[in-house]
């Protein structure tokens, strides 16, 4: 009898054990406590070079491809945010829904600018913003993330006319990407299309070097970098676009 008691003892502290190990087990990638709440810091910002920004964005676009967006608790964020930001790059993308640009890169809140125009063109506000972003917030990185089957191209090449002044100067920025495409100036050419929107982020990327003095000279001296990207609608992969 009193070795069945034993027995009967030794289960119910090995049930007991078992419960108390499992309330110390460390939470699991999907736990809130396990959520990522770090920012970029003046620190980290002035330590990192051009292209280790450049692959960090990309390595975070093959996270969103993979569907294993870093978990983030964006409340802590927006705290930790809340006086000062020190953002690694600025992206000027096109204003399309289907392109969410901080989630394509998988960034957090303060990690990076984004200035978002149809067509990804600049103008004097946009260079602004990115001079701002590189001469006085310290970014390293400048991205033109131009996308496929871009609305404000397709109405550039088929010459839009709403009636609209504005709309007329927006897709007027986009003429000389098309001018230097070859072939019939067709909207509905899915291969002509691409051409003149890969055309036109190289054209933007040389304007911007070209129309700001700090930009140019910040690049001249390897403090920054500004490249091209090319954002695919159907399956999110962003893929570097090379200079013509």
Avoid: W
């Amino acid at each position: 009898m009193k070795k069945f008691f034993n027995i009967i003892i030794s289960i119910v502290m090995l049930v007991l054990f078992t419960g108390v190990a499992k309330c110390n087990e460390k939470p699991s990638a999907t736990d809130e406590n396990n959520l990522v709440s770090e920012v970029m810091t003046s620190e980290r910002q002035q330590n990192a070079t051009p292209q280790a920004i450049l692959d960090d964005l990309m390595a975070g676009n093959q996270r969103y491809l993979d569907n294993q967006l870093t978990n983030r608790d964006f409340p802590a964020q927006v705290k930790a945010t809340t006086s000062g930001q020190y953002p690694k790059a600025i992206i000027l993308s096109c204003v399309d829904s289907r392109v969410p640009v901080e989630m394509a890169f998988d960034q957090g809140v303060g990690d990076v600018f984004v200035a978002r125009v149809a067509g990804n063109a600049e103008n004097e506000d946009i260079l602004g913003s990115i001079e701002y972003a590189v001469g006085v917030a310290g970014s390293k990185l400048i991205m033109v993330l131009g996308h496929e089957s871009c609305g404000a191209v397709k109405s550039a090449i088929d010459k839009l006319d709403v009636g609209s002044a504005n709309v007329d100067h927006l897709l007027g920025q986009i003429e000389p990407a098309i001018e230097m495409v070859e072939g019939e100036r067709n909207s509905k050419d899915k291969t002509y299309v691409s051409n003149v929107i890969h055309t036109n982020v190289n054209v933007t990327v040389e304007d911007i070097k070209k129309r700001s003095q700090i930009v140019n000279q910040m690049v001249a001296d390897g403090k920054v970098d500004v490249v091209g990207a090319y954002y695919s609608l159907k399956d999110g992969k962003v893929t570097l676009v090379e200079k013509n």
